[in-house]
């Protein structure tokens, strides 16, 4: 019953595609491919732009993210000793 069903399924798709076929123009269709291809193509552009602005940002900022993140654990252990300390 399964595979009658998908049958079913698969030739109603075959029909509406073969409609959709007649209502829409091939050159119509080529020009949307093509503007899509273009848009695809600006956006890929602009996407690796931006990576590589923050590649470079991030070149920048990591010494001292490592060096911020070093000062922030000592601070911890000493606030930690000082807190032991005052408990006892």
């Known amino acids: 019953m399964a595979d ?14 073969r409609e959709f076929k007649t ?5 119509d269709l080529d020009s949307l491919k093509q ?5 695809l193509q600006d956006s890929n552009a602009v996407l690796s ?17 490592a060096k911020n993140t070093r000062l922030l654990r000592s601070m911890k252990l000493d606030l930690d000793y000082i807190f032991q300390k005052l408990r006892w």
Request: aromatic share 10%; net charge negative.
């Open 23 to 27: 209502l829409v123009d091939s050159h």
């Open 49 to 65: 732009h931006f990576n590589e602005y923050s590649e470079n940002c991030f070149a920048e900022v990591s010494s001292d993210f």
């Open 35 to 39: 503007s899509q291809n273009l848009i």
């Open 4 to 17: 009658s069903e998908s049958e079913v399924i698969r030739s109603a798709s075959e029909e509406i595609s």
